[in-house]
């Protein structure tokens, strides 16, 4: 009832449509070229594929580049094991801190969610040689650890906001009712912290999904290519394939989509529950 | 009852809250905290014919005082400084007045509408990148011909190309790329808003927008801290992947889309003929780290405080 | 069934002492209610019981067994929180079932348990619903039923009813007295309201900054309250308190004589409980009425005494005032309660 | 130790997956030319391949604005490829100094190549050579043959020439005279400044004079160049400003554009894309009487990373690369990356011809701030990108420019 005094409910819908029709717009052009030859691209950008315009070579190119469905397979696994692990990790780790008092907990804390300042990007030199050290070059296993790595502290951030609103009298009743500690981390705290993990994972999955740099500098062997950078073959120094760009990336949109969808609803239930408040 | 009889009330050690700790603290610490801290160990150091010596804070003191790295420097902290400005008087009020329209309750179709506001967050900024430069280019005809279309052709600019309007360009495509995130939000604080207190004001008397100046906003002023240092740190971490794919390293015209990142990638890196140097890159990637921990600290101990007073 | 025994409680929270020295039997099958306001260690108190806090010193039995070493679920105790504290995710049913499919007892044994506890309760019929799909009242049922079905040795309830509107207090407060009447348990009961204690307690257990103030039936802390802190907090409307004066073994108010106390010339607190009051044409009590309530069957009198104190009576329904009205009121000399400087009661 | 425990039992891990790790030596190219991916794939490797069946060489490019930052990490970490493509001159220098690269002096074929080829890749000295020369790419000018014949004009041999041509193209506006922008500075850079600068320099001898510091870049001959990139801005099409490299490719090969000032490299991306005919000319000379230059540049180098393990393999493939053999296929297979060595290839393509036959009227020189110019910070190469942007630009006058670029030259170099 905010604003219907001064705007109408079909005024509010005229702003909505229109900013809905500017996200929209730019997202619609690079599939419609993603179905275009390169040439018809620039000759007519906002053209819709059909008769001369249509091209599936940008699909041929990526879909039979028999490459892609590893590069796809490559970057699932990463993207999901870090998810996985970020959740799982950072689920505890802000269990551990919303609810036990200890001797330097809250500096802990304060330590675990310094990284949301800090890109490790800046310490890349560092990492690839520990990478290197550990053995781990070349390997998702490297991608899944540094991502899980950075995506942790926005993880232990929203957990730990969300469980210090979650009354403690429901983990003395487990414990009351006999579960050991851990038991109740799975078996209270986990169901507890279902409507954040939609939160905590739309943010930490999007990042990971198109991030460009890590796989380059850490993983950049042909077994171990992510999308993003399979991507980047059709990117020479001077001729670029824009029609196999469009149509890699507008098939790469497609699972973070789904992802999204998935948790849309969770995700705004997430926020709401105060997960991410002042 | 003698002293003997007690037994002991130590607690026994709680090894399961290491259980819980350790992993994300080990994986953390490793893979996020050391690399960064290697590198503020090398902004201490120079190279030279062998290997590097210790400088103290020398690397420090060119950055801000040799003319060619203070230039860059303090060009690239302008535009981020910039950045930040726009982002906060543009992004943030246009997410804060979505947020507003999504959340009037007799709306129909807003989980449409924010599902289709938040798609442009999630692309790859490879993709994003193109498709504006594309959409912006004098040449291909996309915006000139939809400006002529509203009779306003000549009105038309190569924006990205030219210097004194590069910067809000690329500030305007990032808000269209990440308004999805303070608005989401906003939109979430705003839900949280009581219905009572809404409509007690409608009793004092308020209409629709006073009861947003007056009532919601003060109530959900501590996400507008929250988005406010959300910006600030993305202004100085994310900035770098769009600007990088749209002007390019050297990030023109003219460096007039220089920032932080940008700035730090050339120098850490090398950018074509510039070579790399490790040593001044740390440095750059410190001063960095410096600067978002002072404006993190501001945060916290000053806006955060004052705002969480209307918490209660 | 057992006894409960505590025995040099103390606990501190670094240098803050929170329960200092506390000794305390409780019968078997008594209800005992701890109250005091907030910040008194009344929860702390009851969550060590649990076995929720560790002690700093002392020892607590249940039974003949020590019990302060032992996990919560060892001790034969069951604890009945105020936020109710269910598993979202799991229905009534299985919240109900979840300690004792949890301690491994045979499923037969469970469901036959569940379902006896749903009957007391009168839960049966909502037994596949989630927690959010219940009101207020029958989530608190739930989380009564859970500790019933564990049949413990004590029951333990932390505020149980402070969520609850006032209607479904008084009812919820009424079926936890009969629950214990049917089961005859003992339980620890934690509240800040006196009207709980004073409806549900055997005895009742007054605390202050971690030490007990005052143990004893609630009509042994009505009539005889230790001290101005329980007689304050005992009672409602809450006892007045006035400056009155003893003189040649008679306490005075403004040089009426209201009892007679055996004690040394000075000034001492005279207590007057609102209910004693009663209008009296000569009365020792003489004001002008600021505000009147009038509530049917009774009706309260506040009144502004000449020298500045003021006054609450409960009196009958029939009598009615006006704002600025004279009134003068009596009260029978053993109903009088006079207290030292100290707050010691040394009413004769 | 238990790090390396665990290494060591990963390796032999490693070595059982790939199953003919005895009998095969695996050993890869870093490179920067993504687009010939196919061309290494299908035409190179599998002849040495066929000729050295122990060896399995495998080429792994890394999208070009990343190569040099993606490597450099690489080499810091260990992870790099077995054989480097090098950058000419300063860059790749410095990769030698800093130890990443081997001294590859021993390889015999080097004596296919000229000094000048070689100059790129050794220490000033000429002592230690780092890399094999080799391909290089030529400068000049491609143009739309049907928009020539269609307007009726000569191919442009002067400076005046090139300005009348681009003024009839522009008068007669079916055309966008020349199809440039700047907003990926290095292409006004490269294509602009150093592609016509050396007519006025005078090829190596105006670029060896800044070397020695005889000259200065605010002598008339370098801010002649800067003043030519001036008078370029009024050929260029509308809102070159925002015009990126693709862009003007695009232009061009959509036919909406007449001249290209490009170079070889773009030989094969164009022919695949313009539906009409292509033709290149050299950079026009100041006036008739004065000779001719070509930016000849040395481009590309391969060497080894010091840090590999097969250092027998990747000599055996460096060795191949000084070959005849190596020479034609890439001459051929990529058009426009011409061998540096001094076999006699006959090149097939017919543009790559016209660009080769420049070799034959004009003196060669090479990039003008490749050469030691680059070696300090700011270093002349990006300064020049910059400045050639801003000139075109019309935010800085070409005198401006050039006093800009010699300060900060000023403030490290010492010739």
């Known amino acids: 009832m905010l604003i219907t005094q001064r705007l109408s409910s079909a005024g509010i819908h005229a702003v909505l449509i229109a900013y809905s029709l500017l996200a929209l717009f730019p997202l619609a052009l690079i599939v419609i070229n993603s179905f275009k030859s390169k040439k018809a691209i620039f000759r007519d950008p906002t053209g819709l594929p059909l008769g001369d315009n249509f091209s599936s070579k940008g699909y041929d190119s990526v879909l039979n580049n028999s490459d892609f469905p590893l590069y796809f397979g490559n970057s699932l696994t990463v993207t999901c094991v870090s998810l996985v692990l970020i959740l799982l990790l950072g689920a505890m780790a802000a269990h551990a801190l919303s609810e036990y008092r200890f001797p330097g907990d809250s500096l802990i804390g304060l330590y675990l969610i310094l990284g949301i300042m800090v890109p490790i990007r800046l310490g890349t030199v560092a990492l690839l040689q520990l990478i290197v050290d550990l053995g781990l070059a070349n390997t998702l296993t490297a991608l899944i650890l540094v991502y899980t790595a950075q995506g942790l502290p926005i993880a232990i951030f929203i957990f730990t906001e969300f469980l210090r609103s979650v009354s403690k009298e429901i983990k003395d009743s487990a414990r009351i009712d006999g579960l050991s500690e851990y038991r109740i981390f799975f078996e209270v705290v986990i169901p507890l912290v279902r409507p954040v993990i939609a939160t905590v994972a739309v943010f930490s999955m999007i990042p990971i999904w198109n991030d460009l740099w890590f796989p380059l500098i850490l993983s950049p062997g042909e077994e171990t290519r992510t999308v993003t950078l399979g991507v980047q073959q059709f990117i020479g120094q001077y001729t670029v394939n824009w029609g196999a760009v469009l149509a890699a990336l507008s098939v790469a949109i497609l699972p973070v989509l789904v992802m999204y969808i998935i948790f849309s609803k969770q995700l705004i239930r997430g926020i709401t529950a105060g997960a991410v408040k002042g | ?312 | 069934m057992a006894t409960l025994s505590l025995k040099g409680i103390n606990k501190s929270f670094g240098s803050v002492d929170v329960i200092r020295d506390l000794s305390l039997d409780v019968n078997n099958g008594e209800f005992i209610v701890f109250v005091g306001p907030s910040g008194c260690g009344k929860s702390t108190l009851l969550r060590m019981i649990a076995g929720l806090e560790t002690l700093t010193d002392g020892a607590i039995s249940i039974g003949d067994k020590r019990v302060d070493h032992l996990p919560p679920a060892n001790r034969g105790i069951a604890m009945v929180f105020q936020s109710y504290a269910l598993y979202p995710h799991k229905d009534v049913r299985g919240n109900l079932g979840f300690a004792l499919k949890h301690a491994g007892i045979e499923k037969q044994e469970i469901d036959k348990r569940v379902n006896n506890a749903s009957e007391i309760l009168g839960l049966s019929e909502m037994m596949e619903r989630k927690p959010r799909e219940l009101s207020g009242g029958q989530r608190q049922r739930v989380a009564i039923g859970r500790a019933i079905v564990r049949e413990p040795d004590v029951f333990l309830f932390d505020e149980p009813l402070s969520n609850l509107d006032a209607a479904l207090r008084v009812h919820m407060r009424i079926e936890i007295l009969k629950l214990h009447q049917r089961l005859r348990n003992t339980m620890v009961y934690v509240t800040h309201d006196q009207i709980e204690a004073m409806t549900l307690a055997d005895r009742i257990v007054v605390l202050r900054d971690g030490r007990v103030e005052q143990v004893g039936t609630p009509l042994e802390l009505y009539k005889k309250p230790v001290n101005t802190f329980v007689a304050a907090f005992i009672g409602s409307p809450a006892m007045n308190f006035l400056q009155a004066n003893v003189q040649d073994s008679s306490v005075n108010l403004e040089g009426e004589s209201i009892c007679t106390l055996n004690a040394k010339d000075g000034p001492v607190q005279l207590g007057v409980r609102p209910e004693h009051l009663v209008v009296s044409d000569n009365g020792p009590f003489k004001g002008s009425v600021s505000v009147f309530e009038h509530l049917g069957g009774e009706s309260f009198v506040h009144l502004a005494l000449a020298d500045e104190q003021s006054l609450v009576a409960k009196l009958d329904g029939e009598y009615i005032f006006n704002p600025g009205d004279e009134c003068s009121l009596a009260i029978k000399a053993e109903h009088c309660h006079v207290f030292d400087s100290a707050g010691r009661n040394i009413t004769e | 130790m238990a790090i390396n425990a665990m290494r060591s039992g990963l390796l032999a891990v490693g070595m059982c997956l790939t199953g003919t790790a005895a009998a095969q030596t695996v050993i890869s190219i870093e490179s920067w030319r993504a687009e010939d991916q196919a061309i290494w794939d299908d035409l190179i490797l599998p002849v040495f391949e066929a000729q050295n069946p122990d060896i399995d060489v495998q080429f792994k490019p890394t999208t070009a604005t990343e190569y040099n930052a993606a490597l450099n990490a690489r080499l810091a970490g260990g992870t790099a490829g077995d054989i480097i493509t090098c950058r000419p001159f300063d860059n790749a220098l410095a990769m030698y100094e800093a130890g990443s690269l081997a001294e590859i002096g021993s390889i015999a074929g080097l004596s296919n190549f000229s000094d000048v080829a070689k100059a790129a890749w050794s220490t000033d000295s000429g002592d230690a050579k780092f890399c094999v020369p080799m391909a290089s790419v030529i400068h000049g000018f491609m143009y739309n043959k049907d928009a020539f014949a269609e307007l009726e004009i000569e191919v442009p041999k002067t400076e005046s020439d090139f300005y009348a041509v681009l003024d009839k193209i522009k008068e007669d506006g079916t055309y966008i005279p020349m199809a440039m922008g700047t907003k990926d500075q290095w292409e006004a850079a490269t294509m602009g400044y150093t592609n016509v600068g050396p007519s006025y320099w005078a090829g190596e001898e105006g670029r060896l004079a800044l070397i020695s510091g005889d000259a200065k870049l605010t002598d008339d001959v370098y801010v002649q160049v800067f003043e030519q990139m001036a008078k370029w801005t009024s050929y260029l099409g509308n809102g070159y400003q925002a015009q990126g490299y693709t862009d003007s490719q695009n232009l061009f090969t959509l036919g909406r554009a007449a001249i290209y000032p490009t170079g070889s490299w773009e030989i094969t991306g164009f022919q695949e894309n313009a539906d009409f005919e292509l033709g290149a000319f050299a950079p026009p000379r100041k006036d008739a009487d004065s000779k001719c230059y070509i930016s000849d540049h040395t481009d590309i180098g391969i060497g080894m990373n010091a840090a590999t393990e097969n250092k027998e393999a990747v000599m055996k493939f460096l060795e191949w690369t000084t070959s005849a053999e190596f020479a034609e296929i890439l001459t051929n297979a990529a058009p426009g990356f011409f061998s540096l060595s001094t076999h006699d290839i006959k090149v097939e393509n017919a543009l790559a011809q016209e660009f080769v036959a420049m070799r034959g009227e004009c003196e060669p020189t090479i990039r003008l701030a490749h050469q030691i110019l680059s070696r300090g910070e700011p270093a002349l190469g990006n300064q020049l990108w910059t400045l050639t942007a801003n000139v075109i630009n019309g935010s800085q006058t070409p005198e401006d420019a050039a006093k800009e670029a010699q300060a900060n030259l000023d403030g490290w170099f010492k010739p």
Do not use: C
């Not at chain 2, 959340?103 to 129909?108: D, G």
């Not at chain 2, 190309?161 to 910067?167: D, F, K, N, V």
């Not at chain 2, 009793?203 to 996400?223: A, E, H, T």
């Not at chain 2, 740390?282 to 780290?289: D, G, K, M």
């Open chain 2, 1 to 312: 009852m003698a002293n003997t009889e007690r037994p002991t009330h130590r607690r026994p050690i709680r090894w399961y809250i290491l259980v819980f700790l350790a992993p994300a603290t080990l994986i953390y610490t490793i893979f996020a905290i050391y690399p960064i801290l290697e590198s503020l160990r090398l902004s201490l150091f120079q190279a030279n014919e062998n290997g590097a010596t210790f400088e103290g804070l020398a690397n420090y003191a060119r950055l801000i005082q040799e003319p060619y790295w203070a230039e860059q420097f303090w060009n690239a902290f302008k535009n981020n400084v910039l950045l930040f400005l726009m982002h906060m008087l543009i992004q943030n009020p246009i997410a804060l007045a979505l947020a507003a329209l999504l959340s009037v309750p007799t709306l129909k179709g807003a989980a449409v509408y924010r599902t289709i506001l938040f798609l442009p967050t999630l692309l790859s900024v490879v993709v994003v990148g193109f498709i504006w430069q594309l959409i912006l280019s004098p040449l291909w005809g996309v915006t000139p011909a939809f400006m002529n279309f509203l009779g306003v052709g000549s009105f038309f600019k190569p924006w990205l190309g030219l210097e004194s309007s590069a910067l809000v360009t690329v500030t305007l495509i990032s808000i269209w790329q990440y308004v999805g995130i303070p608005l989401m939000l906003f939109y979430a604080a705003l839900l949280n808003v009581p219905e009572e207190t809404i409509e007690a004001a409608r009793i004092d008397g308020l209409n629709g927008w006073w009861i947003f100046w007056k009532v919601k906003l003060p109530l959900i002023l501590p996400s507008l801290g929250l988005v406010g240092i959300l910006t600030y740190i993305g202004n100085f971490t994310a900035s770098f992947d769009l600007i990088y794919s749209i002007q390019g390293g050297l990030a023109g015209p003219d460096y007039s889309t220089d920032v932080m990142g940008t700035f730090l990638f050339r120098t850490f890196f090398g950018f074509q003929a510039q070579l790399g140097d490790v040593y001044m890159g740390a440095t750059v990637a410190s001063a960095l780290f410096f600067i978002i921990l002072i404006g993190v600290a501001l945060y916290l101990f000053g806006v955060q405080r004052r705002l969480q007073r209307y918490e209660s």
